[in-house]
């Protein structure tokens, strides 16, 4: 059975590697689709990680998961080989897995302070009104998936939060606590509350996950990614 996989050109990917030769990142690689050719072969940006291009070998099986119609899927592919043009660099890969439809997603997370003003409230039905004033604090990480927020009080597994994400444009969510943890050395903050997004519109996902790209691409252009 042929394969059939249609992806919008330009579309962000994330390529997630076997660890058992990649040890070197446990996370989720940034690249985006460039090229569908007739044989069913791909041509995409090679990936980055932390701020560097990160090449991977020929012959190399990677999942490629993507967004279309939003929904969000995952195929297995082979890199089959590499160019550049300019001062971008191309990896080409071929399907060897048709489409399959993924229900959750473990996010690319991306260090970076970002302003956010946040509530806390126990159950997730309580009215808006009563869910308490915003304060004010800043971000660890982000992904599309949800963020690391750095606190003055101690959170509470499991509760939900209200929040507002500034991003250079502001990204109204709902999401719940699933994890809580001491910093070492404390200082301003003394908690991060990892915190998944439980409602956020697709529309603001997807500008969280080009805000994350885009702040790649800018740090690959400084320069950022040498040894």
């Given at each position: 059975m042929a394969i059939n996989i249609q992806i919008d050109i330009g579309s962000k990917l994330e390529l997630v590697l076997d660890k058992n030769y990649y040890k070197q990142t446990d996370q989720p690689?940034?690249?985006?689709?460039?090229?569908?050719?007739?044989d069913g072969e791909m041509e995409?940006?090679?990936?980055?990680?932390?701020?560097?291009?990160?090449f991977i070998t020929r012959n190399t099986k990677l999942d490629v998961i993507y967004e279309r119609g939003g929904q969000l899927y995952k195929f297995e592919a082979i890199v089959v080989g590499h160019r550049t043009s300019g001062n971008l660099s191309y990896m080409r890969i071929r399907p060897v897995s048709d489409k399959q439809r993924l229900q959750r997603r473990n996010f690319f997370?991306?260090?970076c302070?970002?302003?956010?003003?946040?509530?806390?409230y126990q159950n997730e039905n309580t009215p808006a009104e009563e869910r308490g004033d915003y304060k004010e604090s800043i971000t660890r990480d982000i992904s599309g998936g949800g963020i690391c927020l750095l606190a003055k009080d101690k959170?509470?597994?499991g509760w939900f939060v209200e929040g507002n994400l500034y991003i250079g444009q502001k990204i109204?969510?709902?999401?719940?606590?699933?994890?809580?943890?001491?910093?070492?050395?404390?200082?301003?903050?003394?908690y991060e509350a990892g915190i998944e997004f439980v409602n956020i519109s697709e529309r603001d996902r997807e500008k969280v996950i080009s805000y994350i790209f885009d702040s790649q691409r800018k740090l690959l252009k400084k320069g950022w990614y040498t040894e």
């Open positions: 690689l940034v690249s985006q689709f460039e090229e569908l050719f007739d995409i940006l090679t990936p980055i990680f932390e701020g560097r291009l990160f997370r991306f260090k302070i970002e302003k956010v003003e946040y509530r806390i959170p509470n597994r109204h969510f709902i999401g719940r606590i699933v994890r809580v943890a001491d910093i070492r050395n404390k200082g301003e903050y003394s």
